[in-house]
């Protein structure tokens, strides 16, 4: 089945990264060139890459997303840290995924706040505060309203790309065992999570 994103802006960034994915490819490259790469092409965006180099993370590339809002007066929207190791570290095919369901994410952040004229968020469910001290922040993080919006936004999208694609599993799993089942926030995600997805079934749940 060919996948489209949902989302003009989730099919622009989708076919930026083919397009870089296609040139930079796979396998050893180097991180200069591809960050360059990725901050001319999502410059329309307003999508900023950066890339730190971090000792010890020799076979592992991890990356993480913000959503920056105007009053911040920067003049990008979004910015991806991407954080590599040594020199010999490979690219798979899976960084270019993932650096997508951060963007779909991070897309969603920027709907949200353009929705409601960038006003504060909501604050979110109380019910957190039944968790042990702990895993208190966490729970506040992933019941937070928009949060909830946008993770159910990626995992729908990730839905959309086919049962195959088990990376954002890892997100549905975090919410699966963190959020008490049948709340109101679980409730929420379940039903964006069906909406967004447009009702189709995924083969991990
Ligand atoms: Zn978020």
Not at 186 to 203: A, D, E, P, R, T
């Amino acid at each position: 089945m060919l996948y489209v994103p949902s989302t003009r802006n989730a099919r622009i960034a989708y076919k930026k990264l083919e397009k870089i994915a296609l040139k930079v490819g796979y396998g050893k490259v180097d991180y200069k060139i591809l960050s360059r790469m990725l901050n001319r092409e999502f410059k329309s965006m307003k999508v900023r890459f950066r890339f730190k180099r971090v000792d010890g993370l020799d076979d592992y590339i991890s990356a993480t997303g913000y959503y920056i809002p105007p009053h911040f007066g920067d003049d990008h929207r979004y910015e991806v840290q991407v954080f590599y190791g040594g020199k010999t570290q490979k690219l798979r095919r899976k960084f270019y995924t993932e650096i997508y369901f951060i963007l779909v994410h991070e897309f969603r952040h920027g709907y949200q706040y353009r929705a409601r004229k960038f006003r504060h968020r909501r604050p979110p469910d109380k019910s957190f505060l039944h968790a042990s001290k702990p895993f208190q922040e966490e729970i506040r993080y992933l019941m937070d309203y928009d949060e909830i919006d946008a993770y159910a936004m990626e995992i729908a999208e990730s839905r959309r790309m086919g049962c195959e694609l088990v990376y954002r599993q890892a997100n549905y799993q975090v919410y699966k065992d963190t959020i008490p089942k049948m709340t109101k926030p679980w409730k929420k995600l379940m039903k964006k999570i069906y909406k967004y997805s447009g009702g189709i079934k995924s083969c991990y749940l």
